[in-house]
């Protein structure tokens, strides 16, 4: 049964980081204040700062001024600067809601909040073990702007002295006026002066030097994060809340007893080659870290293609969703949308070229709310492909391939044309 350790065994973390540097040294001003650096280039700008406390609404008031002003500290790069493989980091909170008696985090109604973002798969796959589990009155959520920032936005260099004023990178969250699709996309309902998720992770730690990701489940009640491991907040939804759960879905298994052997083994080689595979392959920064991220992804993708092949029932292991569905899912409804082009996987597509994993796709997208109501395409094609600036430097977002997701009766020309070929 995968536990605390998995992220470890596995070899990374499974979440959507939001940074990879250091919390940055702030100026903390009253807001109507402006920072003058004279006439030096942002690039090369410092300034005296402290760590900042967030209480109250002083995240409103922090102008970073140190790494994020330089150009060559990017949080979204990813890529090991000699091998140019990408290395998934670690998650930093690794609590557990348990229904043990004396538990730390025991399951209560409302006392948890989720914070997601609709564009990373493995937040997604939160909010979907949430809604097959019923848990949408347990554990309410709010996702955050598609938009990952990188850093702050510089004004022009002019020669007279300069005023700059530089938000937070990382997860933002919408504000009111944002008309964004998906639920729950808007200011944090928690902490309502809080702008970024990073607000969140000093308020539990000042001197937090990790990562800022999606999913996190955070404790109101004692003001805590819980975690930040997405395969384990979907163990503890799995379990953990079914004493507070109608009995329909108490009953709800997505980790039944006795495929479990068979689960924990596919979910190896779905995570290090496909889940993972893919930003392997799209952070790859040198020819040689890309070749070898890409041939065991699609080797992997032909694995997953020929054991649906041979199932007669429409999900991985049978007749009932399990944990799975959910994990591979997540990848494969992203892969034709933005793996093919913004990460170079374009080896085949799903749609022309996995007929078994595009037919099951499709199935679990039109048939089972949890997986159509949880993806949001346009979060998923703004945010990679204006995210990364480092892959895609104009951030431009491509129209196609439309449809984003077809419907389960319809195929691409040329397999429609091969198939009424063969009829």
Not at 96 to 125: D, M, N
Not at 188 to 212: A, M, N, S
Not at 365 to 375: I, L, S
């Amino acid at each position: 049964m995968l536990n605390q350790d998995d992220a470890a065994v596995f070899g990374g973390a499974e979440m959507c980081p939001a940074s990879s540097l250091p919390p940055p040294l702030y100026v903390i001003l009253p807001f109507s204040m402006i920072v003058s650096v004279g006439s030096i280039r942002p690039s090369i700008a410092r300034a005296s700062a402290v760590r900042p406390r967030f209480s109250n609404s002083s995240s409103r008031n922090l102008y970073s001024l140190s790494q994020e002003m330089s150009g060559s500290s990017k949080i979204t790069s990813w890529a090991d600067s000699k091998s140019g493989e990408f290395k998934r980091g670690q998650s930093a909170f690794r609590n557990f809601v348990s229904k043990k008696p004396g538990a730390e985090f025991p399951p209560e109604k409302g006392r948890y909040h989720l914070y997601v973002s609709y564009a990373c798969p493995w937040a997604q796959r939160t909010l979907i073990a949430r809604k097959l589990k019923g848990l949408e009155e347990i554990i309410p959520y709010t996702s955050v702007h598609w938009h990952m920032q990188e850093k702050g936005t510089y004004p022009p260099l002019p020669r007279q002295p300069i005023t700059i004023l530089l938000p937070p990178p990382g997860w933002r969250f919408a504000t009111p006026h944002e008309k964004l699709p998906g639920e729950h996309v808007g200011p944090d309902p928690i902490h309502p002066d809080y702008t970024h998720l990073r607000d969140i992770y000093f308020e539990v730690d000042p001197e937090y030097k990790g990562r800022f990701t999606v999913p996190t489940l955070y404790d109101i009640k004692q003001k805590k994060i819980v975690s930040n491991e997405s395969s384990e907040i979907l163990r503890m939804f799995y379990t953990q809340f079914d004493d507070i759960l109608p009995e329909e879905y108490k009953k709800v298994d997505l980790f039944p007893q006795h495929l479990q052997e068979e689960i924990e083994s596919t979910n190896d080689w779905t995570y290090n080659d496909i889940n993972n595979g893919v930003y392997k392959t799209g952070f790859a920064s040198t020819q040689e870290a890309y070749e070898s991220a890409i041939a065991p992804l699609f080797a992997s993708l032909e694995r997953a293609e020929s054991h649906l092949t041979s199932q007669t029932h429409p999900y991985y292991f049978g007749n009932t969703i399990t944990e799975a569905d959910i994990r591979l899912f997540t990848t494969i409804v992203r892969f034709d949308p933005v793996y093919v082009q913004h990460f170079k996987c374009n080896i085949r597509d799903i749609r022309s070229g996995f007929p078994a994993l595009h037919k099951w796709v499709r199935h679990l997208y039109w048939n089972v709310p949890a997986f159509h109501d949880t993806t949001q395409f346009e979060h998923i094609k703004r945010h990679y492909t204006r995210s990364h600036t480092q892959i895609n430097p104009p951030s431009i977002t491509p129209v196609g391939p439309l449809p984003d997701i077809f419907p389960e009766d319809e195929e691409v020309a040329a397999v429609k044309a091969a198939t009424a070929g063969k009829k």
